[in-house]
C-alpha cells in the first residue's frame, strides 16, 4: 500500500522553512536593500543578544554598529545579482556592547515583490585562532623533532614539554608494550614536586583506570573527552578540570595515547580543542610508528646479522668439517683400495696396521687374525719396520682377548696401570696409550683386529681416533674376507685338481684293465671255446655220416645240432670281435673302423661311407682302441637316436694328431642334449678324448643333422 504525499500549503511552507533556519547553528538574518530586518534566527538571537522581535523592522547597521556591512553588500550587489557569493570579516557589537570580529558571508533572494539579502555570520574568536596557531606550531616542532629521531623517547618528552602551557598544564605520553602493559615514555612538566597529586594520578592512577582511563581508549581507538571532571571522580582529588586521552593509531593498530590534562589554568576542553588534538595527535602517530618501525628493522636487521654471524660460523664449520669427512673418506677409500688390490691375507694385515698407524699418528702397532687358539700376530711394526713377533692371545687374555670377547674396541691413555696389558710381553714396555680395534665379518664375529700405540705428540688417543679406526674396520673387514675366500678357493681347486687327476687316472687304469679284459675274454673265446665247438662241430660231423646209414631219425637230429653249433660258432665270434676286434691289433685303426662300419651298414641299414688314409697309421694302442671305441658309441647313438639315412665317416692323420670325423643326416642332436649330465654315452666319449690328451666335439643344427669330431695326439709306435 502506497501512502500519497499531502501538499502543504504556503503558510505551512514558511512555518517549516523557518524552523529549519532556526536549527542552522550559523546567525541568519535576512535584510532588504535599505538594510531593514526581515527576518533573524536563533543562533542570532543567541550571538548578537537581540531578540527577533526586538530587531524585527530596524536597521542592521543600528543593530550590529556595523556601517561598513551594508555599503560593502551593496557594492557588490552586481555580484550577488550573477549568482556569486560575497564575503568578508567586519567588526560587529553584542548587545551588551562587546565588539567581536565576525566572518559575514551574504547572498541576494530575489521574490517577485523585492529583492533581499541574505547576511550569514560565524563568529571570528581570535583566541581560537591562537590556539590553532599554536597548535599548528607544535606539529611542526613535533614533525622537526620526530621526522629522523631513530630513539623517539626523547623526542616525546621535548614534544609533550611544548605541549605544556600552550595547550594543556600537563601532557602525558604512554606507549603500549608488547606484552600488553602500559608505560610512560614521557611527561611534563619535568618538577612535580609542587603537583605530586597531579603527577601521582597521571603515572598511576589514569594507566589503569578501565572506564574513563589509558585501558579503555586502548581498547576502543575512540579519544576520551572529560570537560569538566565530577566531583567523585578520582582526578578531582589531583586537581584535575579537564581533560583529553587521545589515541596513537597507525596502520591501524593503537599503539599508545596522549593525555592534556588542565589543573591550575582552569581552562576546559571541548570538541575544538579535541579536534586540534586529534589532528596533533595522528600527525604524531605517523612519525611515530615511522621511529617505531625503523627501529623494529633495526632489531631485525640486528637480529638477523646475529643469525647470519652465527649462521655463518655454523657454515664454516659444517664446511671444516666435511672437508675433515671429505678427506677422511678420500683417505679410507685409498686405504680401501689398497688392501683390496691383495688377496694375500698376510700382505693385507700389513698394510693394514701401518696405515691405522698413520692415519692416528701413532709410533706402532699390528694387525692379527683370529685362530682356533685366540687373536694371533705374527709381526708388529714400528716407524715402519717390520718386526718378527709371533703371540696368540686366547679370549680373555691381554687386551686383544678382551676385543675377541666382548667385541668392541679397547682404549687406555694410562697403560703402565691399565690391569689388561700383559707387561711382561716385549712389545708391551714404553707403552702410554692403546687402542685394540676388533674386525667383525659378515655375521658380526671378530675375524681380525688391530692394535695401535702410543700417539706421537705425547697426548692419548682421542674418541675421534676411535671412531676414524672403527670406520677403517669394514674396509679390512671385506679385504681380509676376499682374502680368506681366495685361500680357501685355492685350496679347493688344488684338492678338486688332485682328485680329478686320481679320478682320470683310475678311469685310465679301469679302462685299460677293462680293455685287457675284454682282449682276454676275447682270446679266450676264440682260442679257447671257439676251438672247442670247431672240434665239436667235427665230431658232430663224423657222427651223423656214422648214423646216417643205420638211423635217419637220428642222423636229422645231429644235423640239427650241427646247424645250431654253426650259429653258436658264429656268436661266440661275434661277441669276441665286439669284445676286442683281433683285426685292430693285426691289420690297424683304418681297417679295423671300415670293417666297423660295414657291419653297422649290414646290421642298420644305414648307408656308411668312409674314408681312411690308404696305409695304416702307427699309433699307439691305447689311442687306436680310444678312437676305435669313440666310433662304435657314435654309431650306437646314430641307430638309437639320430633316424639318420646315411652317414659319412672320415679318418683322418697329422704328424700332430689323429682326428676322426663322422656325420649323419639325422635330426640333429639339441644343445640341451649336449650340455645332460645323464648322457652318459657323450660323457664316455668326452673322457676317453680327454685322457689321451685330447679333444671331443659334438654339434648338431635341427634337421641338418649331428657331426661329432675327435681328435687325438699322435704317440708313434716305438
Same mark, same amino acid.
Given at each position: 500500500m502506497q501512502i500519497q504525499p499531502v501538499p502543504l500549503s504556503a503558510g505551512e511552507k514558511l512555518h517549516l522553512q523557518a524552523q529549519l533556519l532556526n536549527a542552522v547553528e550559523q546567525s541568519i538574518s535576512v535584510v532588504d536593500l535599505t538594510g531593514r530586518i526581515v527576518f533573524w534566527n536563533?543562533?542570532?538571537?543567541?550571538?548578537?543578544?537581540?531578540?527577533?522581535?526586538?530587531?524585527?523592522?530596524?536597521?542592521?547597521?543600528?543593530?550590529?554598529a556595523a556601517p561598513l556591512l551594508m555599503d560593502s553588500a551593496r557594492a557588490n550587489l552586481g555580484q550577488l545579482r550573477r549568482g556569486e557569493g560575497w564575503s568578508g570579516e567586519f567588526p560587529v557589537q553584542r548587545r551588551d556592547g562587546t565588539i567581536f570580529q565576525a566572518h559575514i558571508s551574504t547572498s541576494l533572494i530575489q521574490s517577485e515583490q523585492r529583492t533581499l539579502i541574505s547576511i550569514v555570520g560565524i563568529p571570528f574568536n581570535s583566541a581560537e585562532q591562537r590556539q590553532l596557531q599554536q597548535a599548528n606550531r607544535l606539529l611542526a616542532e613535533a614533525g622537526a623533532l620526530l621526522m629522523d629521531a631513530v630513539d623517539y623517547e626523547a623526542p616525546l618528552v621535548t614534544l609533550a614539554q611544548l605541549a605544556v602551557p600552550q595547550i594543556a598544564d600537563w601532557c602525558a605520553v604512554h606507549l603500549l608494550k608488547a606484552d600488553g602493559s602500559i608505560e610512560q615514555v614521557a611527561l611534563a612538566p619535568a618538577e612535580t614536586a609542587k603537583r605530586q597529586a597531579a603527577s601521582d594520578w597521571l603515572q598511576h592512577d589514569l594507566p589503569h583506570d578501565d572506564q574513563d582511563g589509558l585501558p579503555a581508549v586502548l581498547r576502543s581507538g575512540e579519544p576520551k573527552l572529560v570537560t569538566a571532571v565530577a566531583p567523585e571522580h578520582r582526578a578531582t582529588a589531583a586537581a584535575v578540570k579537564s581533560y583529553m586521552i587521545v589515541p596513537l593509531i597507525a596502520r591501524p593498530q593503537t599503539f599508545g595515547t596522549i593525555t592534556f590534562v588542565s589543573t591550575e589554568s582552569g581552562r576546559r576542553f571541548d570538541v575544538n580543542t579535541l579536534a586540534l588534538a586529534e589532528n596533533l595527535t595522528s600527525h604524531i602517530a605517523v612519525y611515530l610508528d615511522k621511529a617505531r618501525l625503523y627501529r623494529e628493522s633495526q632489531r631485525v636487521n640486528?637480529?638477523?646479522?646475529q643469525h647470519v654471524g652465527e649462521r655463518t660460523a655454523e657454515l664454516r664449520q659444517a664446511v671444516t668439517q666435511l672437508k675433515q669427512s671429505e678427506e677422511m673418506i678420500q683417505t679410507l677409500f685409498r686405504i680401501s683400495n689398497k688392501l683390496n688390490a691383495t688377496l694375500d691375507v698376510e700382505t693385507i694385515l700389513d698394510e693394514l696396521a701401518q696405515e691405522a698407524i698413520r692415519i692416528v699418528n701413532g709410533e706402532s702397532g699390528f694387525a692379527g687374525l683370529r685362530t682356533a687358539g685366540g687373536m694371533?700376530?705374527?709381526?708388529?711394526?714400528?716407524?715402519?719396520?717390520?718386526?718378527?713377533?709371533?703371540?696368540?692371545?686366547?679370549i680373555g687374555q691381554g687386551i686383544p682377548g678382551w676385543v675377541l670377547q666382548?667385541?668392541?674396541?679397547?682404549?687406555?691413555s694410562d697403560a703402565a696401570d691399565d690391569p689388561m696389558i700383559q707387561h711382561e710381553l716385549a712389545i708391551n714396555a714404553g707403552v702410554r696409550s692403546i687402542i685394540c680395534t676388533p674386525i667383525l665379518d659378515s655375521a658380526g664375529e671378530v675375524?681380525?683386529?688391530?692394535?695401535?700405540?702410543?700417539?706421537?705428540?705425547?697426548?692419548?688417543?682421542?674418541?675421534?681416533d676411535q671412531d676414524l679406526l672403527m670406520a677403517l674396520a669394514p674396509s679390512a673387514s671385506i679385504a681380509i674376507q676376499n682374502g680368506l675366500a681366495y685361500q680357501q678357493r685355492l685350496a679347493t681347486v688344488a684338492e678338486l685338481k688332485a682328485s680329478s687327476w686320481q679320478l682320470q687316472a683310475l678311469a685310465a687304469d679301469l679302462e685299460s684293465a677293462r680293455e685287457e679284459e675284454r682282449t682276454h675274454i676275447a682270446r679266450e673265446l676264440h682260442d679257447q671255446l671257439g676251438q672247442a665247438l670247431t672240434a665239436m662241430k667235427f665230431d658232430l660231423s663224423w657222427l651223423t655220416d656214422r648214423l646216417e646209414p643205420k638211423d635217419a #631219425? =637220428?642222423?636229422?637230429? !645231429?644235423?640239427?645240432?650241427? /646247424?645250431?653249433?654253426?650259429t653258436m660258432i658264429k656268436?661266440?665270434?661275434?661277441?669276441?670281435?665286439?669284445?676286442?676286434?683281433?683285426?685292430?691289433?693285426?691289420l690297424g685303426l683304418a681297417a679295423s673302423i671300415e670293417w666297423q662300419a660295414s657291419d653297422f651298414e649290414k646290421r642298420t641299414g644305414i648307408a656308411c661311407a668312409v674314408s681312411v688314409p690308404a696305409e695304416d697309421l702307427p699309433v699307439a694302442g691305447d689311442a687306436a682302441v680310444a678312437l676305435y671305441r669313440i666310433f662304435?658309441? #657314435? =654309431?650306437?647313438?646314430? !641307430?638309437?637316436?639320430?633316424? /639318420?639315412?646315411?652317414?659319412?665317416?672320415?679318418?683322418?692323420?697329422t704328424p700332430e694328431a689323429l682326428t676322426l670325423h663322422l656325420h649323419d643326416d639325422g635330426r640333429g642332436i639339441q644343445t640341451k642334449e649336449i650340455a645332460n649330465p645323464h648322457s652318459l654315452g657323450l660323457l664316455g666319449m668326452r673322457e676317453r678324448a680327454k685322457r689321451l690328451g685330447g679333444t671331443f666335439d659334438v654339434r648338431g643344427a635341427p634337421g641338418g643333422g649331428t657331426t661329432v669330431t675327435v681328435s687325438i695326439p699322435v704317440k708313434p709306435v716305438v
Open positions: 536563533l543562533f542570532a538571537e543567541k550571538l548578537f543578544g537581540w531578540k527577533a522581535e526586538d530587531v524585527q523592522g530596524r536597521n542592521i547597521i543600528e543593530v550590529l640486528a637480529e638477523l646479522e694371533t700376530v705374527r709381526k708388529y711394526f714400528r716407524r715402519g719396520v717390520a718386526i718378527p713377533f709371533e703371540h696368540t692371545w686366547p666382548y667385541k668392541v674396541p679397547y682404549g687406555t675375524l681380525a683386529f688391530f692394535d695401535i700405540r702410543n700417539k706421537q705428540d705425547g697426548e692419548g688417543f682421542t674418541i675421534s #631219425a =637220428l642222423a636229422r637230429k !645231429a644235423k640239427t645240432v650241427t /646247424a645250431q653249433m654253426d656268436t661266440v665270434r661275434r661277441i669276441a670281435t665286439e669284445l676286442r676286434p683281433a683285426m685292430l691289433d693285426d662304435q658309441e #657314435a =654309431l650306437t647313438n646314430v !641307430a638309437i637316436h639320430a633316424g /639318420a639315412k646315411h652317414i659319412a665317416v672320415k679318418l683322418s692323420a
